[in-house]
C-alpha cells in the first residue's frame, strides 16, 4: 500500500495536467487560448484576499506573540488532563483550527521531541492531517468573493474540529493502543 | 463571530503584552502579520493562475459538466438550492476530488471559482448563502486521503513506519467531516425556513 500511496501523490498532478490538456484537444478546444483566458483571473483574486489575509493575520499573530495563546493553554491544561490522554497533544486543538504554519511547527515538535512512532507523535499526526486551518480556510474563500457577514459558516468550521480531535485521539488510542 | 474573534485576539494579546510590560511585542507582532498575510497572497498568485487557466481548459473541453453530472447525487444532497446544471457544480466537484487527493494547491483555486459561481447565485452579495457555507464547511474539514506534508515529515524523522497514521487520519477525516455536514445541515435547514 505504501507503494501505491507514494505513487497517487508522485503521478496525480502531472496525470492531470496531461490528461485535461490531450482530452481537451481532441475535443478541439483551443488548448493554449483557453488557459490563457481563465488563468487572467488568478491575479486579481490573490489580490482581493490581502485585505482579509493581513486582517486576519494580524489578529492571529499579536495573539501568539503577547503570549496569550500559552495563557489559554495553560488555562486549559487542567481540565484536559482529567480525561487521561497525553496533555501534551492538546495545544494542537486549538492551534489546528486558528494557525496552519503554527500547528505544523508544533506537531514537528512533539515528533522531534517523542518521536514519530510514540503515541504522542501519532495523534499530532492525525490531527495535522485530518483537518484544515478553519480560521484561514474562512478567510481565504469568503475574501475571495467579497463575503463579509459569514453567517453560521465559523460555527460550524469549529464545531467539525472539535468533533475530529476528540475522535483522533479515540480513534488512535484504540488503534496503536 | 468571526468580529468576536478578531477583537478578542486584539484585546488579549494588548492586555497580555502590556501585563508582560512588553508593549513593543505588540506593534512587532501587528506588522509581522500583515507581512505573512501580503506574503501569503503572493504565494497564491501563481498557484491561482495555474489551475484557474487549466481549470479553463477542462471547462471549455466539457470535462467539468461530465464530474458534476457523474456525481449529481451527492450535490443535490449536499447543495439543495443550487440549480441544475449549474457551473459551479463542476468546480464545487472538482475542489472536493483535489482535497481528497491531497492537491492542496489545487484544491484552493478551484474552490475560490466555485465561490465565485455561487456569488453570481447569491441576493445579498456581502452575506454568504445557505450553499457557500456548505463548501466552505467541506472544506475546513477537508476530507483528505493522502496527508503528503505530515508522511513526509514523519520520514524525516525515521519513522519506522511514515505511513501507519493514513489509516487513522481517514478515519478521524470522515468522522471530522461527517460532523461538519450533519451541523451545516442544520443550520442550513434553520437558515432557509427564515427565507
Not at chain 1, 70 to 85: E, H, K, R, S
Not at chain 1, 146 to 165: E, Q
Not at chain 2, 81 to 102: C, E, F, R, V, W
Amino acid at each position: 500500500m505504501y507503494g501505491l500511496i507514494t505513487a497517487i501523490s508522485l503521478w496525480a498532478i502531472p496525470v492531470i495536467i496531461v490528461f485535461i490538456s490531450i482530452y481537451a484537444f481532441f475535443k478541439k478546444v483551443p488548448v493554449y487560448e483557453s488557459f490563457i483566458d481563465g488563468a487572467k483571473d488568478g491575479f486579481d483574486t490573490a489580490i482581493k484576499i490581502i485585505p482579509h489575509l493581513v486582517g486576519m493575520m494580524v489578529a492571529i499573530s499579536v495573539f501568539r506573540a503577547s503570549g496569550a495563546m500559552d495563557y489559554m493553554l495553560g488555562f486549559l491544561q487542567p481540565v484536559l488532563n482529567f480525561i487521561g490522554v497525553p496533555s501534551e497533544v492538546f495545544p494542537l486543538a486549538i492551534l489546528r483550527p486558528i494557525t496552519g504554519a503554527g500547528s505544523l511547527a508544533f506537531t514537528t515538535d512533539l515528533i522531534q521531541e517523542y518521536g514519530p512512532d510514540s503515541m504522542i507523535g501519532r495523534i499530532a499526526s492525525t490531527v495535522q492531517g485530518s483537518t484544515d486551518t478553519t480560521l484561514y480556510v474562512l478567510t481565504v474563500y469568503f475574501g475571495a468573493v467579497g463575503i463579509r457577514k459569514t453567517r453560521y459558516a465559523l460555527k460550524v468550521g469549529l464545531i467539525s474540529d472539535m468533533v475530529g480531535f476528540a475522535a483522533t485521539i479515540i480513534i488512535c488510542m484504540l488503534v496503536f493502543g | 463571530m468571526v468580529n468576536l474573534i478578531w477583537l478578542f485576539f486584539i484585546l488579549i494579546g494588548f492586555i497580555v503584552a502590556a501585563a508582560h510590560g512588553n508593549i513593543a511585542v505588540f506593534s512587532e507582532a501587528v506588522f509581522d502579520g500583515a507581512k505573512t498575510g501580503v506574503t501569503i497572497c503572493f504565494s497564491l498568485i501563481s498557484v491561482l493562475v495555474l489551475w484557474l487557466g487549466l481549470m479553463r481548459i477542462a471547462e471549455d473541453a466539457g470535462l467539468l459538466k461530465k464530474l458534476s453530472i457523474l456525481l449529481r447525487p451527492i450535490v443535490r444532497f449536499l447543495f439543495p438550492t443550487i440549480p441544475k446544471d449549474h457551473p459551479s457544480i463542476g468546480y464545487i466537484m472538482s475542489n472536493m476530488s483535489a482535497n481528497m487527493l491531497g492537491l492542496n494547491n489545487a484544491a484552493t483555486p478551484m474552490g475560490i471559482k466555485a465561490m465565485e459561481e455561487l456569488q453570481k447565485l447569491n441576493v445579498n452579495k456581502e452575506t454568504a448563502s445557505p450553499a457557500m457555507c456548505t463548501l466552505l464547511a467541506l472544506n475546513t474539514s477537508s476530507i483528505t486521503i493522502i496527508p503528503t506534508t505530515i508522511i513526509a515529515i514523519r520520514m524525516a524523522n525515521q519513522s519506522m513506519d511514515p505511513f501507519e497514521i493514513v489509516g487513522t487520519t481517514l478515519m478521524a477525516t470522515a468522522i471530522s467531516t461527517t460532523a461538519a455536514i450533519v451541523v451545516d445541515k442544520w443550520y442550513q435547514r434553520k437558515a432557509l425556513r427564515n427565507e
